[in-house]
C-alpha cells in the first residue's frame, strides 16, 4: 500500500505514527508529495487534494486520517489503538480532533502572505486553540489519558507534539503543566520520535 503524505500535516503524522506503531513500515510505503498546486497528480488519485491519502493493494484510496487508521487496524491486526468503549472516551477524541481542526486553520492562515492574513481568523483560531488547550490540560489533570494508546492521545499527541518548533505563535504551554508534562512524556514515544516534522 501507499500513502500520500506532507512531512508537516499533524493529520498524516497520525496515520505515519500508526504505521510505525504497528510495525507495519514494509507494509505500507510512506510517499511525501507537495499539495495545493493545480497540477498535482495526487488529483487523479485523491480530487480533495486533501492528505493523507492511502491507496491500498486493489488501487482504492482512502482520504481522512480516521478512516485510513481504522482501515489499516483492520487489515493489519492486531489492533494497537485502545477501543472506545464509552461516550467518555468517544467525546475526548471528538475534542481533541476538534482541537487539531482549528489549529490546522490557524497554520493555514499564518502561511498565508502577511498581507493576505485575516486578523479576525487568527484571532479567533487562536482564541479557540488556547481554551482547547485549557480544557485539556484539566482533562490530562484527570487521568483521563493515562491509559493504552488511543485515537484521542493519538490525535493531541499530533496536534501538539513539536508544535513549539513549528508554530511559536501557539503558547499552548502557558499554564498548563500538565498538558505540557503529558506532550513531553508522549513525545518521548518511538511513534512520535518517529514522525518528528521537519523544521
Ligand atoms: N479530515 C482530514 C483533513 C486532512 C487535511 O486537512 N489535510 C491538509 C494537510 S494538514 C491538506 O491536505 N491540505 C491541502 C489542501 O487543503 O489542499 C483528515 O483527517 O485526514
Given amino acids: 500500500m501507499k500513502l500520500y503524505v506532507t512531512l508537516t500535516s499533524p493529520y498524516a503524522r497520525m496515520v505515519r505514527?500508526?504505521?510505525?506503531?504497528?510495525?507495519?513500515?514494509?507494509?505500507?510505503?510512506?510517499e511525501p508529495i507537495v499539495t495545493r498546486k493545480p497540477?498535482?497528480?495526487?488529483l487523479?488519485?485523491?480530487?480533495?487534494?486533501?492528505?493523507?491519502?492511502l491507496v491500498n493493494d486493489d488501487g482504492?484510496?482512502?482520504?481522512?486520517?480516521a478512516l485510513i487508521i481504522d482501515y489499516l487496524e483492520?487489515?493489519?491486526?492486531?489492533?494497537?489503538l485502545a477501543p472506545q468503549p464509552d461516550w467518555n472516551a468517544r467525546r475526548l477524541e471528538a475534542s481533541a480532533r476538534s482541537m487539531l481542526d482549528g489549529v490546522a486553520v490557524w497554520v493555514r492562515e499564518l502561511r498565508r502572505p502577511e498581507d493576505h492574513q485575516s486578523p479576525v481568523i487568527l484571532k479567533h483560531e487562536a482564541g479557540r486553540a488556547l481554551r482547547m488547550a485549557k480544557a485539556f490540560?484539566?482533562?490530562?489533570g484527570s487521568g483521563a489519558l493515562d491509559?493504552?494508546?488511543?485515537?484521542?492521545?493519538?490525535?493531541?499527541?499530533?496536534?501538539?507534539?513539536?508544535?513549539?518548533?513549528?508554530m511559536p505563535e501557539f503558547d499552548w504551554r502557558?499554564?498548563?503543566?500538565?498538558?505540557s508534562a503529558w506532550v513531553d512524556r508522549f513525545g518521548e514515544r518511538d511513534l512520535m520520535q518517529r514522525t518528528i516534522p521537519p523544521a
Avoid at 490540560?137 to 490530562?140: G, L, N, Q
Avoid at 484521542?152 to 499530533?158: A, E, I, R
Fill in 17 to 30: 505514527a500508526l504505521i510505525v506503531e504497528k510495525g507495519i513500515e514494509d507494509n505500507v510505503t510512506v
Fill in 44 to 53: 487523479d488519485i485523491n480530487p480533495s487534494g486533501r492528505v493523507p491519502v
Fill in 74 to 80: 483492520t487489515v493489519y491486526a492486531p489492533r494497537v
Fill in 60 to 65: 482504492d484510496a482512502f482520504e481522512d486520517s
Fill in 39 to 42: 497540477d498535482m497528480p495526487l
Fill in 147 to 166: 491509559g493504552p494508546l488511543d485515537m484521542t492521545q493519538l490525535t493531541l499527541g499530533s496536534t501538539l507534539h513539536w508544535r513549539d518548533r513549528t
Fill in 174 to 179: 502557558h499554564g498548563n503543566d500538565r498538558l
Fill in 137 to 140: 490540560d484539566t482533562i490530562v
